[in-house]
Structures are given as structure tokens and as C-alpha cells.
């Protein structure tokens, strides 16, 4: 019951801080000082606090798509386990559930940029639904592997079977796994490499480009949304780079989100020392993270 | 003797017969449609119940009448296996004829409405009894009746040409593949003694035989299912048809291809490990490949006669897996492989007519579902719009819909083939863990696809071409029937717990020697939680958007341009459109796609109007096959001099064979 309470609250509350550590990453590598950490919630209750204008192209599916956006990533992370512990909700083919609602969620969100007419818009929904077809795939090599691994359809058992045992044994496939899945993160999340966040060039941007006629509360739920997204993913990314435990919950909790808190800045400081690339080459980098995953699962079935 | 099978054949002549009052009546009147409409209802509601009553644990049901031919029998049989695929065959048609009462009604097409609805019942009555034929000429006969009245369907109206070439070619197909089914029955003859559809004891085949009669069965059913690259001769009569008609082609036709397919396949004892594995990844070529080409269609209807081929690959992915669960002695591998596979056999059958009802309302509305000149019509067909929306939520396979559930299952299936557990590699087939990555593939490419045509068809402004004034949304029985399989697909994403164990007992009856247990199809597939995650989702979405209307109720609102980058005067030819929106996916298949590209030469300080043009073309077919004909074509030219219409001639041939042959049968003793 406790540790339901906790991942539900970290769930819920957490995920703007991670916008707020690699915000403040970045302003430390580029000698500034920058929002303060918490400044991600303040724009958060702004956003909700104001009215609306919608564009007079729009239908309804504009205004559905952000909250079936958020319902859909937020049944994930109650399938996703934090740390140590079991998720809410788990069963065998949960994992299938996992990578789908992000399918769902992505469907609305192009969806709702298409509906805008605009063509900027609907060149950060092609690119969308372009690095999915690449990464998806991907996604499910990591997943194999871990299925394969565990012996289990379960997200919770795939991620606690004792990895860390294993690390010594299984070192390879999972180091390239977690390489591999290291790229995902960034680019469903559209960090840089792959879309830089705080780009103010329409032609250039994924994610920012999709929601530009978004505004007040519904650019809220979209920004809350996809910092969720990014929780939870960077929490699947934890279990396989940081398969530790104490044993002690207290403990183990506060490692877990002191582990997410880390990856923040390690996703800081990528985008601090690395540049976007180039559109075109995306694909590229895509393609690889997929082969990263793939080969590890075939070092893991040989 | 149960009253299951004479009913089941009242049934199948009601529907078969219910257009032929009407071909006596006025071109125009009503009155012919009205009574067909009734008589397809009445005979589909009967069959359905009789169906669903053998499915839910009713004994298999056989007759055996007196044949007027020499070789075969008339011999039907309801099993389990044949009554899940008699659900489609008569609901689908039932709903698409309600519905043809507002798409395709004499008063508004007098020329083909009588002949169309004739054959309409005739195609939905060969089809129940291709599914309850149980011996092979009998199938055959039923086969190319459905062959025939669905050339005649689709090239019912005379005056377009584009049918009436894409009809053609849908024959030309079906009798390249009648052939190999003829090989494939008379083989079958030849080395059981028997054209009944029993199945094949072990021993009785030699391992070449049965090698054989797999491939032949692979080809013969590939081509009727668009199993690619065997697709070729296909996609044009679902394309250019009327859209019921194509709901029927691209929806149930294929279901009953694919019945065949997994009726054959079980009839060999062991097969082989390579079986299921060409199977399977036959099935996702097809399925990566079939929405590939779907993407990179510039027609709606077109679009969604390729995404069958997706679908159609997904569900022999399922069969392969359910054919290697039959060689490893896997029955987790076969429950779930071939219980998903008849899964999507329904899903895809009802989204597929949803969807293509929607193109017919679009049609009907607009005059054209070519998608570069269609844009923003969801303002004007608000209904049709949302159940478009319903259909490719479902088609792409995400929850809360059927599609999710039913590829759910296969996925569960591919997973387990890993042989899980670390070091279990006993009982596993690796290779197959292959398929699950494809799958993931086609299910993101999918996603693009409907998005594209939902977005650019019905989302975003109205384009330049489209008048002004548009006609709304379809009448009633246009949309009810829409509705009523839009209702279908979320029952059947929300209680799969409904559908396992019907899935279970079909799947015994096609793979009788193995003891499978149809309850623990439900401990194999996780269906209270999928119904319960559906349930959620559509829940707490559904009380968001109220709780957000209602905060958004006292808040300032305003609507404005979309924003335009500044640009002063953006008008609705800057559009994403269909194509700009695939160009980076159809980037990634050029080795597949192969398209026909124009590209305009811009040359100078001011260059002229250019124009680019991208032509979807199918490689297979416009780039190999047909060229490929012509030169057969003209390389046998030199025959057509032995035809020279005169009688006498071919009197002479007569007389000259028949003196050689005199001859040789005197010179060989």
C-alpha cells in the first residue's frame, strides 16, 4: 500500500522536476544560472490557470487528443515499475500494453497536429511517426531480451529478476541494450541529439512543432505529458543500467529517484556538449540504436 | 440428424436468392432493393444464429445429399473452425447491403443497382458455402462462383473504366490460382483416395508429396489472399469498385481465402519446422509491405485495399506460429498463434468495412476520395468523420479497440517462441522471435498511415479544388450500419473474454489430434486486464474532457488563424498533404516502392511553373508483370497467323490433327 501511495506520487509529481535538472544542467555548462528547478511546475500552474484560443481549422480531436495523450502515457507508468518495486499493474503481456499506449499516444498527438492544417505542424508529425517506425522496433528488440532473460511476460518480473547477478554474466547484451535504449529515450522524448527542445525554428523541431497551436491549459497537459513520458522511460532505461537494490523500501526509493534525478543530468549534459544533428540523418542514428538492441538479443540466443 | 445444417442452407439460398426478384422489377424501382435487403437480413440472421449457437459448444453438423457429378460429393460440415468464418460471411454482407440501400440505390443508378444486388447475394452465399464445403469439388465449385460474382461486383458499373480494367485483372488472378488449387485437389486425390477434407493420417504422404501439396496450397490461396508479393492481381477491384462492394472484396473475401489456407493447412499430421517459418515471415513481408504501399497510395480506397495485405500478413503470421506450435508440440504457440489469427479475422473484416464505408460516404458526399484534393472535411461530415477516426484507432491495432487485442495475442505467442527463461532453449525457435520486431514495424507504420489519411482527408482546411458547398453527412442507413460495426470493434476490445472461448474451440477443430484445452486460451491471454486497460482509458478520458469543459466553461476563449509563422497569407495549397506527409517513410521503402517520379527541371533566376509529379506505382505488378506480358504478347504474334476466321480453315486443322494422330496411334503399338 505504501509503495502503491509512493509510486503514485512520484508519478504524479516528479516528472516536471526532471525538465527543471536538465534545464539547470545545461545553464551550468553554458555559465549561466538559469530557471530555477522548480520553475517547470510554476509554468505548469500557469499554463493552467489561463484561457484558450483555438485555431478555426480545428475539430475536436485537438482539444481530446492532449488528455487521451496523458491518460494514455499515464496507464504506462502504472504498468512500469519503479525500482525495485512491483507496478500497480502487472500481467503477463503487460509489456505489449506498455509500447502500445505510447502508439496511442502518439496516433492522437499527430493526429491533433494534422488537425491544425498547418504544414509545419504536420512536418513534425511526419517526423514523428517516422522515428517511431524506427524506434519501435527497437523498443521491442529491448524487450525480447529482457523477456528472454527473465523467462517472464510481466513488466515488473523482466525488470527484477536479478540483473545485477547478471551483469556479470550477461554484461554484453545488456550493456549494448542499454545503449541502445539510451537513444530511444532521447529520441521519444526529443531531446538532442535527435530534436532540440529549445529550438524557436519551426522547420527544424519534432515535438515543439506538433503542439505550437496548443495554448493555456492544454499546452499544460501536453508539456506535463511528455515530461511523464520521459519519467517513465528513463525509469525502463534505470532498471537495466542501475539494477541495484538495498533491500530497505525508504532507501530504495529515494536511490530510485536519486538514479532519475542522475539521468536528468546525464541527458543535460548531452545536450550541453552535443549538437543537433542534421534531419537526415536521424534515421541513421535510429538504425543503429535498433542494430545496438538487436545484436544483444542475438548474443543473448545464439 | 440436427436441424443445424438444413438451416444453415436455407439460410445460404435465402441470401444467395434474395436479389433475383428484383432483376424482374423496374430499373428504378425500390421495391427490389427493399426485398432483397429483407430477404439477406432475414436469411444472415438466421445463419448467424445457427453459427454462434455451433460455435458456443453446438456439436459439428454434417450433410451428405445426392451429387450429380461423377467425382466428389456434396458434403458440407459445420465445425467449429467453419462456423467462426460463417460470422463475417453473413454479417458483413447483411450490413452492407442496409447500407447499399443509401450508397447504390436504383432511383440515383439505374443501370447497375438490379444486376449489383443480384450478385451481392449470390457472392455472400458462395462464400458460406466455400466455408462449409467438405470436399474438394464442391469447395472448388463454390470458389469460382465467388471468383465470378465478385468480378461481376466490381465491374458493375459498365461506364468506369478503371473497374472494369481492375476487374479483369482480379480474374485473371483468381484463375491462376484456381489452377494451382485444381493440382492441389487432384494431388491430394491421388495420394489419400479422397476429395473430403479429412484430415491426413500420418504416413500416408511421402515428405516431397506433402511438400508439394503445401506450396500449391500457398500459391493457389496466397493469390485469392493477396499473400505478397502474390497480391498483384488484387488491390484494383476493392480500389475502383463501389464501397460495399470493396468492404466485401477487401473484408470477407480475403477471410475466406485465409479460411481455406488454415483449413488445408491443418490437414497434414507433421509438418515441418520450414512450414510455419515461410508462413510466418511470408506474413510479415506482407504485413510491413502492405501498409508500406498503402502510405504511399494518393487514393483512399486504394490505401485501404493495400493496409488488407498488412492485415492479411499479420493473420498468416499467426498461422505460422500456429503451425510451428503443431511441429514443436507447443499448444501455448498454436492457442494463441492461431486463436489471434482468427481474432483479426474478425477485427480486420469489421474495421476493414468500417473504413471503406466511410471512403463510400466520403465519396458520396464529395464526388472523389482521391486524397490531394480532399482536406478538412470532418467540419462537414462530423459523423462519418468519428467513425473514420474509430475505424483507424482499431486498424492500427492500439487499445482500447479489437485490433489490439487480437495482435495482443500474437505477439504473446512470438514472444514465447524466445523459449524464455535464460539457457531454455528447448521447446524455443529463436528465429521466430524475428516476426516480433516486424510486427512492431508494421504496427508504427500503420499509425502513420491512418493518421495521414485521417489527417489529411478529414482534419486541417478545406483545399483549393473542393467546392463550397458540401452535402453532409450520409443518410441513416448509411451510417447505422456504420455505427453498428464501430460498436462491434470496441464490444470486441473490451470483452475478449467473449471471444477466447470461441477462439479455443476453433482452434481444436483444426488441430483435432492435439489435446488442446480451450480454457487456458484464457490463462494464455491476459483478457480481464485488456478489457479493464480499454475500460480505463476510454473512462478517465472520457471524465477529463468533461471535468476540463467544465473548468474551461468561465475561462476566456478565443479562436483565431493557426499560426503561420508569420507568413501574411497562408492559404490552404501549403497544406500538408497526403504525400509530403509520407515522403520520408516511402524514402525509407524506395527499394520497395519504386515510384514513378517526374521532377520538374528549375533552372534560371525565374524559373517557370513546374510541376512534380509522384506516381504510386505497384513494382510488381506496372513495372514487371504487366510489361512483361506485353513482350510475351508480342513474342507469340506470330501465332495469331494460324487464325484466320474462316471455317474452312479450321476445318482443315481439324483433319490434319486427326490424320497425325491417326498416324502416331498406328506407328506406337
Given amino acids: 500500500m505504501m509503495n502503491l501511495a509512493v509510486h503514485l506520487a512520484l508519478l504524479l509529481i516528479m516528472p516536471p522536476l526532471l525538465l527543471g535538472v536538465i534545464n539547470k544542467t545545461k545553464a551550468f555548462f553554458g555559465g549561466r544560472l538559469g530557471p530555477p528547478l522548480l520553475q517547470p511546475y510554476r509554468d505548469l500552474a500557469r499554463l493552467m490557470r489561463k484561457g484558450l484560443v483555438l485555431s478555426q481549422t480545428t475539430t475536436g480531436i485537438f482539444r481530446a487528443a492532449p488528455v487521451v495523450t496523458l491518460v494514455a502515457v499515464f496507464l504506462a507508468g502504472l504498468i512500469m515499475p519503479l525500482g525495485p518495486f512491483d507496478s500497480p499493474l502487472h500481467f503477463a503481456g503487460d509489456l505489449v500494453l506498455f509500447a502500445y499506449l505510447f502508439g496511442l499516444a502518439r496516433f492522437f498527438t499527430?493526429?491533433?497536429?494534422?488537425?491544425?492544417?498547418?504544414?509545419?505542424?504536420?512536418?513534425?508529425?511526419?517526423?514523428?511517426?517516422?522515428?517511431?517506425?524506427?524506434?519501435?522496433?527497437?523498443?521491442?528488440?529491448?524487450?525480447?531480451?529482457?523477456?528472454?532473460?527473465?523467462?517472464?511476460?510481466?513488466?515488473?518480473?523482466?525488470?527484477?529478476?536479478?540483473?545485477?547477478?547478471?551483469?556479470?554474466v550477461l554484461g554484453p547484451p545488456l550493456v549494448l541494450a542499454g545503449v541502445g535504449l539510451f537513444v530511444i529515450v532521447l529520441a521519444e522524448n526529443c531531446r538532442i541529439p535527435v530534436d532540440d527542445p529549445n529550438t524557436h525554428l519551426e522547420l527544424t523541431m519534432i515535438h515543439e512543432v506538433m503542439v505550437l497551436d496548443h495554448s493555456g491549459p492544454l499546452l499544460g497537459i501536453i508539456l506535463y505529458g511528455a515530461a511523464v513520458k520521459l519519467f517513465i522511460l528513463g525509469a525502463l532505461l534505470l532498471h537495466i543500467v542501475f539494477p541495484f537494490q538495498t533491500g530497505r523500501a525508504w532507501l530504495d526509493w529515494s536511490l530510485f529517484a536519486a538514479e532519475l534525478v542522475g539521468l536528468a543530468v546525464g541527458i543535460g549534459v548531452v545536450e550541453s556538449i552535443m549538437a543537433r544533428l542534421q534531419m537526415r540523418h536521424v534515421p541513421t542514428l535510429l538504425v543503429g540504436s535498433m542494430l545496438f538492441c538487436a545484436f544483444g538479443f542475438f548474443l543473448l540466443v545464439r | 440428424m440436427t436441424l443445424t445444417m438444413p438451416l444453415l442452407l436455407i439460410a445460404v439460398a435465402l441470401v444467395g436468392l434474395s436479389g433475383l426478384a428484383g432483376l424482374f422489377l423496374g430499373r428504378q424501382s425500390p421495391a427490389g432493393q427493399k426485398l432483397a435487403i429483407f430477404l439477406m437480413s432475414v436469411g444472415s440472421g438466421l445463419g448467424l444464429v445457427v453459427a454462434i449457437r455451433c460455435l458456443l459448444g453446438g456439436p459439428d453438423a454434417s450433410l451428405d445429399l445426392p451429387w450429380f457429378l461423377p467425382w466428389g460429393s456434396f458434403s458440407l460440415k459445420a465445425d467449429a473452425l467453419s462456423s467462426f468464418f460463417l460470422v463475417p460471411v453473413f454479417l458483413i454482407p447483411a450490413l452492407g447491403s442496409i447500407y447499399g440501400a443509401g450508397y447504390w440505390n436504383p432511383s440515383d443508378r439505374p443501370a447497375s443497382a438490379r444486376a449489383l444486388q443480384f450478385y451481392y447475394g449470390l457472392l455472400a452465399a458462395s462464400m458460406a458455402m466455400v466455408v462449409l464445403a467438405h470436399d474438394s469439388v464442391l469447395f472448388l465449385l463454390a470458389w469460382e462462383v465467388m471468383a465470378l460474382t465478385a468480378y461481376f461486383l466490381a465491374t458493375a458499373e459498365t461506364r468506369n473504366e478503371a473497374a472494369g480494367k481492375a476487374g479483369w485483372l482480379y480474374l485473371i488472378g483468381a484463375h491462376v490460382g484456381a489452377v494451382f488449387l485444381f493440382a492441389l485437389f487432384a494431388l491430394l486425390y491421388r495420394s489419400t483416395g479422397?476429395?473430403?477434407?479429412?484430415?491426413?493420417?500420418?504416413?500416408?504422404?511421402?515428405?516431397?508429396?506433402?511438400?508439394?501439396?503445401?506450396?500449391?496450397?500457398?500459391?493457389?490461396?496466397?493469390?485469392?489472399?493477396?499473400?505478397?508479393?502474390?497480391?498483384?492481381?488484387?488491390?484494383?477491384?476493392?480500389?475502383?469498385?463501389?464501397?460495399?462492394?470493396?468492404?466485401?472484396?477487401?473484408?470477407?473475401?480475403?477471410?475466406?481465402?485465409?479460411?481455406?489456407?488454415?483449413?488445408?493447412?491443418?490437414?497434414?499430421?507433421?509438418?515441418?519446422?520450414?512450414?510455419?517459418?515461410?508462413?510466418?515471415?511470408?506474413?510479415?513481408?506482407?504485413?510491413?509491405?502492405?501498409?508500406?504501399?498503402?502510405?504511399?497510395?494518393?487514393?483512399?480506397?486504394?490505401?485501404?485495399?493495400?493496409?488488407?495485405?498488412?492485415?492479411?500478413?499479420?493473420?498468416?503470421?499467426?498461422?505460422?506460429?500456429?503451425?510451428?506450435?503443431?511441429?514443436?508440440?507447443?499448444?501455448?504457440?498454436?492457442?494463441?498463434?492461431?486463436?489471434?489469427?482468427?481474432?483479426?479475422?474478425?477485427?480486420?473484416?469489421?474495421?476493414?468495412?468500417?473504413?471503406?464505408?466511410?471512403?463510400?460516404?466520403?465519396?458520396?458526399?464529395?464526388?472523389?476520395?482521391?486524397?490531394?484534393?480532399?482536406?478538412?472535411?470532418?467540419?462537414?461530415?462530423?459523423?462519418?468523420?468519428?467513425?473514420?477516426?474509430?475505424?483507424?484507432?482499431?486498424?492500427?491495432?492500439?487499445?482500447?479497440l479489437n485490433g489490439f487485442a487480437s495482435e495482443l495475442m500474437i505477439y504473446l505467442g512470438l514472444f514465447r517462441t524466445a523459449g524464455l527463461g535464460e539457457g531454455a532453449r528447448v521447446g524455443g525457435w529463436p528465429l521466430a522471435t524475428m516476426a516480433v520486431p516486424c510486427l512492431a514495424l508494421t504496427g508504427a507504420l500503420a499509425i502513420a498511415c491512418f493518421v495521414s489519411l485521417l489527417g489529411t482527408l478529414f482534419l486541417g482546411q478545406r483545399r483549393a479544388r473542393l467546392s463550397t458547398s458540401v452535402p453532409g453527412d450520409p443518410p441513416f442507413t448509411m451510417t447505422a450500419p456504420m455505427m453498428a460495426m464501430a460498436l462491434l470493434c470496441l464490444v470486441l476490445g473490451l470483452a475478449p473474454m467473449l471471444v477466447l472461448p470461441v477462439l479455443g474451440r476453433a482452434t481444436q477443430s483444426w488441430d483435432p489430434a492435439a489435446t488442446l484445452r480451450p480454457e487456458s486460451l484464457s490463462a494464455l491471454m491476459p483478457a480481464t486486464w485488456v478489457g479493464a486497460a480499454g475500460a480505463v482509458i476510454l473512462g478517465s478520458s472520457g471524465l477529463l474532457v468533461l471535468l476540463y469543459s467544465r473548468m474551461m466553461k468561465r475561462r476566456p476563449m478565443a479562436t483565431a488563424g493557426t499560426w503561420d509563422c508569420g507568413y501574411a497569407r497562408p492559404t490552404p495549397r501549403m497544406e500538408y498533404s497526403g504525400s509530403s506527409f509520407g515522403l520520408m517513410i516511402r524514402d525509407l521503402f524506395k527499394w520497395a516502392l519504386w515510384p514513378r517520379v517526374r521532377r520538374p527541371e528549375v533552372s534560371g533566376l525565374f524559373p517557370k511553373t513546374a510541376e512534380l509529379k509522384i506516381q504510386a506505382l505497384d513494382p510488381l505488378l506496372d513495372r514487371i508483370t504487366l510489361p512483361g506480358a506485353g513482350l510475351l504478347g508480342r513474342g507469340f504474334a506470330w501465332l495469331r497467323r494460324l487464325q484466320q476466321g474462316h471455317l474452312q480453315i479450321y476445318v482443315l486443322y481439324f483433319v490434319v490433327i486427326l490424320i497425325l494422330l491417326l498416324l502416331w496411334g498406328r506407328s506406337s503399338p
Fill in chain 1, 110 to 168: 499527430t493526429a491533433a497536429a494534422l488537425d491544425t492544417g498547418s504544414s509545419f505542424e504536420g512536418m513534425g508529425a511526419a517526423r514523428e511517426v517516422t522515428f517511431a517506425c524506427l524506434s519501435e522496433p527497437a523498443l521491442f528488440f529491448v524487450l525480447l531480451l529482457l523477456a528472454k532473460m527473465s523467462g517472464s511476460l510481466v513488466l515488473s518480473d523482466m525488470l527484477h529478476s536479478p540483473l545485477h547477478v547478471r551483469w556479470t
Fill in chain 2, 194 to 400: 479422397s476429395f473430403a477434407f479429412w484430415p491426413i493420417k500420418a504416413g500416408v504422404l511421402t515428405p516431397r508429396v506433402a511438400t508439394t501439396l503445401f506450396l500449391l496450397a500457398i500459391a493457389g490461396f496466397g493469390l485469392k489472399i493477396g499473400l505478397m508479393p502474390l497480391h498483384l492481381f488484387l488491390p484494383g477491384a476493392p480500389a475502383s469498385g463501389p464501397c460495399h462492394v470493396s468492404a466485401l472484396l477487401s473484408g470477407v473475401v480475403y477471410k475466406v481465402g485465409l479460411y481455406a489456407l488454415i483449413r488445408v493447412s491443418g490437414l497434414f499430421p507433421n509438418p515441418p519446422t520450414w512450414w510455419g517459418g515461410l508462413l510466418l515471415f511470408a506474413g510479415a513481408a506482407s504485413a510491413i509491405l502492405g501498409v508500406a504501399y498503402a502510405l504511399a497510395q494518393s487514393n483512399l480506397k486504394r490505401a485501404l485495399a493495400y493496409s488488407s495485405f498488412e492485415n492479411v500478413g499479420i493473420i498468416s503470421m499467426g498461422l505460422g506460429l500456429a503451425l510451428l506450435g503443431k511441429t514443436f508440440a507447443r499448444t501455448d504457440w498454436t492457442l494463441l498463434g492461431l486463436g489471434g489469427a482468427l481474432y483479426h479475422s474478425w477485427n480486420h473484416a469489421l474495421m476493414k468495412s468500417l473504413l471503406f464505408y466511410s471512403a463510400g460516404a466520403v465519396e458520396r458526399a464529395l464526388g472523389t476520395t482521391e486524397i490531394q484534393e480532399l482536406g478538412g472535411i470532418a467540419k462537414s461530415l462530423p459523423r462519418t468523420a468519428a467513425l473514420f477516426l474509430f475505424g483507424a484507432v482499431a486498424i492500427c491495432g492500439l487499445p482500447p
